[in-house]
């Protein structure tokens, strides 16, 4: 089965955790910690996190029911939000209630479920903005192009190098607005990694996507890994959580409920109850009944 | 099923966009026998969801037709539809908020009040998680219990044809899982329906025939099984993990 033959050419991260493996559980090398998150709108807790650690170098998914807190998690740490009480820190430093920009600044950036590509500007244009410490973005030096113009073919060559990587290359003078809902994720995604970051954050990136786009959107999340990033997602696919994700954090009503490598994580019943259900590698023509179970 | 047997529903080279100039479906051909789960799956941009718009008067059909039991539908506005017993379930801003859940369910069923209580009675049956909540607002509601109220509500006309957006859509493993059943057991209750998906691979788990639309025309058809294992069908829309 070919699935079974590019399962085999990921190699996953082992040795992530230090003592038993149990929500909250300390990692060897963490790049985010968070301790006693704690974020409420009106009555309803949307998350309620004791302790979580974040390995650094790995592919973390986290996933969980809707409504578990997973987005209002991304939007805290990412500094879209701000906690009710809570302190978190990224590569030792504490973050809590810094804004995003200046987290983009310090090395991490986040995708977001519904693309935020700015239509009315190029392709192009859309990866350029994504770089850091652009000269001329200050209003004097602006003013003078030889400031800051060979910046800017620098930035516009490794924008067409990150485009070529993507297939997006051929689109780079189309609007942005006029790309299908897939390339603009493969346009976020790309537009990420303009500014070289440490922590790539992805909401949900395969939502929406064709399955057959899916899987080369995979091999670009594993070159992240391959390029020294840590990656952190959150997603429903069962089947590409357990192809690339090296540890999964299960998060329900808030908390975190388990965590662990995906194999161990799918296994556990009370993940299976509340998330996975009981017939994840189940064909559903046997369970409704349309096929005969023998001919499975 | 008997091959003569003529199609309830019946789309033939229809051609129907959003924006003038720009069309989404390019002639696309379905078609759907009485008592069949059709499945419609396809890449992003494909005209799946247009297709179904479409067929519920809600897109602006530009060359083409569309068939009702053999009648001219073409054009015809979403009420008229739902006199003759065709039920929609969209994928988003699929319930009335400031409403009830027993209100929306009420909503379905405008047309026909006489019947209410009847109806009310089988579709609360169906989905016992709205039985304890009738009288909560649908706008507190998650995605999954929204989509149970909005197919909750096309189900109160009794439909004959039903047509599903992506039923699955946002929901995690195990309520996908129960809302693929459920539409699989709606339809084995003889309602003819055609279902929108991007979870190709569940979809032709449990449907009879599909299409795959790609570039606005249906570009593949055959049965869920055949489509399930064909290698280019595979290669192009369903990917191998998980196979």
Known sequence: MSSKSSADKVVKTTGLHIGTIEPGVKKVDPIITMDHVHRQFGGLTAVDVEHLEIPRGAITALIGPNGAGKTTLFNLLTGFDKPDTGEWTFDGRNIAGVPAFRLAQMGQVRTFQLTKALGLLTVLENMKLGSKNQKGEHFLTSLFPFLWKAQDDEIAEKAMRLLTKFKLDTKKDDFAASLSGGQRKLLEMARALMSEPELVMLDEPMAGVNPALTESLLEHILDLKTEGMTVLFVEHDMHMVSHIADWVVVLAEGKVVAEGPPDEVMKNPAVIDAYLGSHQDTDLGTVTGRIPKISE | ?243
């Open chain 2, 1 to 243: 099923m008997p091959e003569t047997q003529s199609p309830v529903i019946s789309v033939e080279n229809l051609v129907a966009g959003y924006l003038p100039g720009v069309n989404i479906l390019n002639g696309c051909s379905i078609e759907a026998r009485q008592g069949e789960l059709i499945g419609i799956i396809g890449p992003n941009g494909a005209g799946k969801s247009t297709l179904l718009k479409a067929i519920f008067g809600q897109v602006k059909v530009r060359d083409g037709r569309i068939s009702l039991n053999g009648d001219d539908i073409t054009g015809l506005k979403a009420n008229k539809l739902v006199e003759r017993g065709v039920g929609m379930v969209p994928q988003n801003n699929n319930v009335f908020p400031s409403l009830t859940i027993e209100e929306n369910l009420q909503m379905g069923i405008y047309q026909q009040p006489k019947h209410y209580a009847e109806r009310l009675e089988f579709v609360v049956g169906l989905f016992d998680e709205l039985k304890k909540r009738l009288k909560q607002r649908a706008g507190s509601l998650s995605g999954g219990e929204r989509q149970m109220v909005a197919m909750g509500r096309a189900l109160m006309m009794n439909p004959k044809v039903l047509l599903l957006d992506e039923p699955s859509a946002g929901l995690s493993p195990v309520r996908q899982d129960e809302a693929f059943i459920r539409v699989s057991d709606i339809n084995k209750a003889g309602v003819t329906t055609i279902m929108v998906e991007q979870n190709a691979r569940r979809c032709l788990q449990i449907c009879d025939r599909a299409y795959v639309l790609d570039q606005g025309v249906d570009a593949y058809t055959g049965t869920g099984r055949d489509l399930l294992n064909d290698p280019k069908v595979i290669s192009l829309y369903l990917g191998t993990l998980g196979t």
